[in-house]
Structures are given as structure tokens and as C-alpha cells.
């Protein structure tokens, strides 16, 4: 592989992981070893065990029940730990052996504060060899680091008439 690339797979609408999901399979097809790390997620979300099966390592950090706004103080540390350490564990995969990684929701991760967004380009300025995908509501930050960069956004969603996440669909 020459002239690795960076992907951005922003904006409120749906689609973003979806997309990264779809390229990790599309690369794996023509032999490329790929790696996903979902960031913010419990690694239950219905492409997983497809993904696992078909060889396409998954990686995620232990979570909580509970949205981060609703975590006590304590668990918001151990929650922010583990999602760094899973970033740590992703940025050792990165320009190594590893030819395709999806960092799923790494752009929300940096928001959040778990990783700063320096932290994150740094990463990826060093990188030589992976194709990279970063997914996450605001791009921005990546815009000119990026070599793709594709915005989902929401005109119309179900959630807005009340309706809940669906497995196979939103999950």
C-alpha cells in the first residue's frame, strides 16, 4: 500500500459507522488486515460478531449502563481511562502492520476530553503506512489533515417522533 489516507466520516446523521464499517469490509476483500476500535460504544452493536467471524478484529473499552451525563464522578474516571487506553492501544496499531483502522466515534472521544485533538493529529502526522477513518460528530479539526471527508447529515429521523434505537438499524 502507498499513500495512506485519511478518512473523516462526520455530522449528526446517521451513516458514519456504517460507512467505516463498509470500507473495513470493502479493504478486507482485497486483503488488506483491517482493525476497528469503537470508542464510547460496549462492543455489542449488531457488526460486531459479523465482523469478528469474518476475521476483522473489533476493539473496545469497558462502558457503563448509564449515559456519561448520568455517570458519578468515580465512574467517569474509570470510563475516561478505559477509552484512553483503548486510543493507546489503537495508536500502537497505527503505521505498523495494521492496513486499514477505523477509530469509530474518536472525534466525539476528543470532544469529550478523553484525548485531545493535538493528541489524535500527532498520531496521525507519524503515521506511514495505514489507511485510517476517524468517525465522530465534528470534523472540523481534521478537515486539512483529512484526504476524504464526508459529512452525514440529519434531515429527518424516526428519534424524533419518539421512536427508539433499533438493533439492526441504529445498533
Not at 476493539?59 to 470510563?79: G, R
Amino acid at each position: 500500500m502507498c499513500n495512506p489516507c485519511i478518512h473523516v466520516y462526520c455530522g449528526n446523521g446517521k451513516g458514519k459507522t456504517t460507512a467505516a464499517v463498509g470500507q473495513a469490509i470493502r479493504a478486507c476483500g482485497a486483503g488488506f488486515h483491517c482493525e476497528i476500535y469503537q470508542f464510547l460504544k460496549n462492543g455489542q452493536s449488531s457488526e460486531v460478531s459479523l465482523l469478528k467471524k469474518n476475521h476483522i478484529p473489533v476493539f473496545s473499552a469497558e462502558t457503563f449502563d448509564t449515559f456519561i451525563w448520568n455517570m458519578t464522578p468515580k465512574q467517569k474516571t474509570l470510563f475516561f481511562s478505559a477509552q484512553y487506553q483503548l486510543f493507546l492501544q489503537a495508536r500502537q496499531s497505527i503505521g505498523a502492520a495494521t492496513d486499514l483502522i477505523v477509530l469509530d466515534e474518536i472525534l466525539d472521544a476528543c470532544d469529550l476530553g478523553i484525548l485531545s485533538h493535538k493528541e489524535l493529529s500527532d498520531t496521525l502526522s507519524k503515521n506511514s503506512h495505514s489507511e485510517i477513518i476517524l468517525t465522530g460528530r465534528d470534523g472540523s479539526f481534521f478537515l486539512k489533515q483529512a484526504d476524504y471527508y464526508t459529512e452525514m447529515r440529519e434531515i429527518k429521523h424516526p428519534y424524533h417522533c419518539g421512536a427508539k434505537a433499533r438493533k439492526g438499524i441504529e445498533y
